[in-house]
T-cell receptor, first 113, second 112 residues
Framework: NAGVTQTPKFRVLKTGQSMTLLCAQD?????MYWYRQDPGMGLRLIHYSVGEGTTAKGEVPDGYNVSRLKKQNFLLGLESAAPSQTSVYFC????????????FGPGTRLTVT | QKEVEQDPGPLSVPEGAIVSLNCTYS??????FMWYRQYSRKGPELLMY????GNKEDGRFTAQVDKSSKYISLFIRDSQPSDSATYLC????????????FGSGTRLSIRP
């Protein structure tokens, strides 16, 4: 059981470049989330999904897109990266009845220069 | 005003000390109160949760919820260097559609 995995672990982009972050979970969880974590700002929700084929905006969705074509995968896309998107990105998942527990991946450290 | 407020610290205490971490919140609908622990360069992990008010103890850790004051606490007894981490409080309502709202985290360091 790998839990929640994220690919890649590190990435450096130039301003204007695009990339996709992949999150995969093997726990058959319905709900999946993408957060960014910045010093002093805590975890901020970018987008989330309540099931395969569904997505919804979170607190800070601008500049990001997501897709959930398969239940186990949740992709986060940056179409035109900006230095303000330099952050650590975490994916998380939970059961429908998991009102208090989310399982987090190890994070992706992204730097945009 | 943020829904959940948490002092970012950092907090540094000697090994063996009792540590008190706190959060305040504004949404009276919250029913689940959690503490997540995040080690450096890792994802957060659930440490403890409490449903509604009261206390919950798990080994050296005690979680307290005071809904009348909208205040939650985490106490760590006999603190160890391995407890050094960032502690995030978190809250949610009893609903399958609910999102967990996280505090910004308190960085804790236990000095040997």
């Amino acid at each position: 059981n790998a839990g929640v995995t994220q690919t890649p672990k590190f990435r450096v982009l130039k301003t204007g470049q695009s990339m996709t972050l992949l999150c995969a979970q093997d726990m058959n969880h319905e709900y999946m989330y993408w957060y960014r974590q910045d010093p002093g700002m805590g975890l901020r929700l970018i987008h989330y999904s309540v099931g395969e084929g569904t997505t919804a905006k979170g607190e800070v969705p601008d500049g990001y897109n997501v897709s959930r074509l398969k239940k186990q995968n949740f992709l986060l896309g940056l179409e035109s990266a900006a230095p303000s998107q330099t952050s650590v990105y975490f994916c998380a998942s939970r059961l429908t009845s998991g009102y208090y527990e989310q399982y987090f991946g190890p994070g992706t450290r992204l730097t945009v220069t | 005003q943020k829904e959940v407020e948490q002092d970012p610290g950092p907090l540094s205490v000697p090994e063996g000390a009792i540590v008190s971490l706190n959060c305040t919140y504004s949404n009276s609908a919250f029913q689940y109160f959690m503490w997540y622990r995040q080690y450096s360069r890792k994802g957060p992990e659930l440490l403890m949760y409490t449903y509604s008010s009261g206390n919950k103890e798990d080994g050296r850790f005690t979680a307290q919820v005071d809904k009348s004051s909208k205040y939650i606490s985490l106490f760590i007894r006999d603190s160890q260097p391995s407890d050094s981490a960032t502690y995030l409080c978190a809250m949610s309502v009893y609903s399958s559609a609910s999102k967990i709202i996280f505090g910004s985290g308190t960085r804790l360091s236990i000095r040997p």
